[in-house]
């Protein structure tokens, strides 16, 4: 009996680790992905032949957050996607506990609200998982250093949820431009805040 339960308890162990090693870090290469986008096509990072990098948004059509921060995820897009750090906007809760963010509203809203961006269906969770996401918005901002998506920045957009005219602090454009000129971003990280992502159980 006591080696069954030695034996549970270090895959138990082996289950952890293997969960912890597959949240990336700053710095960490990221593994590329398809998801299906709201034109039912399916949309990898490796299609954007000319992209320097990508802002990725783990986001949702239901979080409150996520609806205050909606304009300024567009107005990173406007003004990002042109110097080839395009938005990837992700919707990644379980639809079952949430079903205002299936992939018919998913389309919906990206209609609705007229998204300039992909807007993804991480169905089974595992890129939410990899990324290491917990909230929405939860934001990544990956560089293309040697043919590779590298991990340089993630967290909130800014520091004021409820103004973006009074945020003194706009980390995912500050780390995007130091990119764009050549520098690692100063703040690397910070803390993401906003709804919890609705996990399957």
Same mark, same amino acid.
């Given at each position: 009996?006591?080696?069954?339960?030695?034996?549970?308890?270090?895959?138990?162990?082996?289950?952890?680790?293997?969960?912890?090693?597959?949240?990336?870090?700053?710095?960490?290469? =990221?593994?590329?992905?398809?998801?299906?986008?709201?034109?039912?096509?399916?949309?990898?990072?490796?299609?954007?032949?000319?992209?320097?990098?990508?802002?990725?948004?783990?986001?949702?059509?239901? /979080?409150?957050?996520?609806?205050?921060?909606?304009?300024?995820?567009?107005?990173?897009?406007?003004?990002?996607?042109?110097?080839?750090?395009?938005? =990837?906007?992700?919707?990644?809760?379980?639809?079952? =506990?949430?079903?205002?963010?299936?992939?018919?509203?998913?389309?919906?809203?990206?209609?609705?609200?007229?998204?300039?961006?992909?807007?993804?269906?991480?169905?089974?969770?595992?890129?939410?998982?990899?990324?290491?996401a917990t909230n929405t918005p939860h934001v990544f901002v990956v560089a293309k250093e040697n043919n590779q998506m590298?991990?340089?920045?993630?967290?909130?957009?800014?520091?004021?949820?409820?103004?973006?005219?009074?945020?003194?602090?706009?980390?995912?454009?500050?780390?995007?431009?130091?990119?764009?000129?050549?520098?690692?971003?100063?703040?690397?990280?910070?803390?993401? =805040?906003? /709804?919890?992502?609705?996990?399957?159980?």
């Open positions: 009996m006591k080696k069954k339960t030695l034996f549970f308890a270090v895959i138990l162990s082996l289950v952890l680790i293997s969960s912890l090693q597959a949240q990336y870090k700053i710095g960490d290469v =990221i593994t590329d992905f398809s998801l299906k986008n709201v034109d039912n096509k399916m949309v990898s990072l490796s299609q954007f032949k000319t992209a320097k990098g990508f802002i990725i948004v783990f986001t949702s059509n239901t /979080c409150p957050f996520a609806n205050k921060y909606e304009s300024r995820i567009k107005m990173l897009d406007k003004e990002f996607k042109g110097k080839n750090y395009p938005v =990837i906007a992700i919707g990644s809760n379980d639809v079952g =506990i949430n079903p205002g963010d299936s992939f018919e509203e998913m389309q919906k809203k990206s209609k609705d609200d007229s998204f300039t961006f992909p807007y993804l269906h991480d169905e089974t969770q595992e890129i939410a998982k990899n990324f290491g590298v991990l340089k920045y993630m967290g909130a957009i800014d520091n004021n949820v409820d103004d973006a005219s009074k945020a003194d602090k706009k980390y995912v454009a500050d780390a995007v431009n130091s990119l764009l000129d050549g520098k690692n971003p100063a703040v690397s990280s910070t803390k993401a =805040i906003g /709804c919890g992502i609705k996990w399957k159980k």
